[in-house]
C-alpha cells in the first residue's frame, strides 16, 4: 500500500510547487529530478497528472467578457457566411472559372475551418465560469489549428505562383496552370499543412505535463503549453520555431520576391494593363501581409509568452478571416458583378 500511494505524494508536493513557481520547478527537476520524482521512477503515473486544461480566457472582467461574447459572435457569424458566400459565388459562376478564383474559393473554405477551431470555443467560454478543456481535446485542437493555419500558408504561396505565372507568362498559362496542375496544387497545400501540423504536435505531446495546468490563453497553442511542460523545453522550443515560425518566413520571402518578379514584370505593360494586374495582386498582398506577420511574431522567437499574444492571435484567428472575403470581394469588380448575379437569381428564384 505504501508503494501505491508513492506516486500521489510526489505528484501533490509537484503541483504545489508548481502552482508557486512553474519555472523554478522545471529548472529544479532537469537539475535535481530525484526531488520531484520518487524513488524507483513513476515518471509515467507523474507525466499522465494534468487530464486537463483551464483557460484564463481573453479577461477575468465579467462585463468584459458579456461585450465580447456578442462582439465574437458576430464576427463568427459573419466569417462564415462571407467566406461561404465566396465559396458559393465560385462554384456557381462560370465567369470564375479561371485558377484564381479556384484558389480562393479553396482559401474562404479553409479561413472558414480555421476560425471554426477556435472561435465557438472561445464564444462558449465567454459564459463559462470554468473555462475547462480535456488534454485530449487540447491536443486535437491544436493539431486543426496548425493543419488549417499550414494550408492557408501553402495555399497563398500557391496563389502568388498562379499570379506570376498569368502576369509574367501569360501565353503559357492556360497550358501551365490547368485543372490537373490546380488540384495537384491544392492537394500539396493540404499535405503540407498536415505534415507541419503533425510536427508540432508531435513536438508538443511528448512533452510531461504534471504541474499546473493554467493556461494564459484562450485557445490551445504550443507556446503557452510549452510554458506548461514539467521538463527543459529549450530544445523543443528550438524544433517549433525551426517548423513554424521557418515555415512562415520562408513563406513570406517567396511571396514578396515574386511580387517584386511581378512589379518589374509590368514595367513593359500598358497603364491599363499594370492597373489590373496590380489590383489583383493588391488583394492578395494585403491579405499575405495581415496574416503573415502575426504569425511571424508569434512563432519566430524563444519559447516565450508575452502579455500582447492574445490580442495579436485574435487577429490572425478571428479579424483575418473576417477581411480575406471583403478585400476579395470589394477589391474585385468580377467578383462583385458575380454577387449580383447569384442575388438576383436567388431573389427570382424566391419569387416563383
Known sequence: MQVQNEPEKYQKQFKEAGDRNPRSVRVGMADHPSKLLPPGGYIMAVTHNVTEFIFLGLSPNQLVQKVCFVIFLLLYVAIVLGNFLIVLTV???????????????YLSFVEICYASTTAPRLISDLLAERKAISLWGCMSQLFFIHLFG???????????????????????????MNRQACAFLVGAAWVGGFVHSLAQILLVFRLPFCGPNVIDHYFCDVLPL????????????????????TLSVISFVILLASYVVI???????????????????????????????????????????LSV??????????????????????????VKKAMKRLWIRAMKLEER
Open 226 to 245: 510549452l510554458k506548461l511542460a514539467c521538463s527543459d523545453t529549450f530544445l523543443v522550443g528550438l524544433l517549433i520555431v525551426a517548423n513554424g515560425g
Open 309 to 334: 499574444d492574445k490580442m495579436v492571435a485574435v487577429f490572425y484567428t478571428v479579424i483575418t478571416p473576417l477581411l480575406n472575403p471583403v478585400i476579395y470581394s470589394l477589391r474585385n469588380a468580377e
Open 91 to 105: 462554384m456557381s459562376s462560370r465567369s470564375l472559372g479561371s485558377p484564381m478564383y479556384f484558389f480562393l474559393s
Open 150 to 176: 499550414g494550408t492557408e500558408i501553402f495555399l497563398l504561396t500557391v496563389m502568388a505562383y498562379d499570379r506570376y505565372v498569368a502576369i509574367c507568362k501569360p501565353l503559357n498559362y492556360s497550358t501551365i
Open 263 to 305: 512589379l518589374l514584370h509590368l514595367r513593359t505593360r500598358s497603364s491599363e494593363g499594370r492597373l489590373k494586374a496590380l489590383s489583383t495582386c493588391g488583394s492578395h498582398i494585403t491579405v499575405v501581409t495581415l496574416f503573415f506577420g502575426p504569425c511571424v511574431f508569434i512563432y519566430l522567437r524563444p519559447s516565450t509568452t
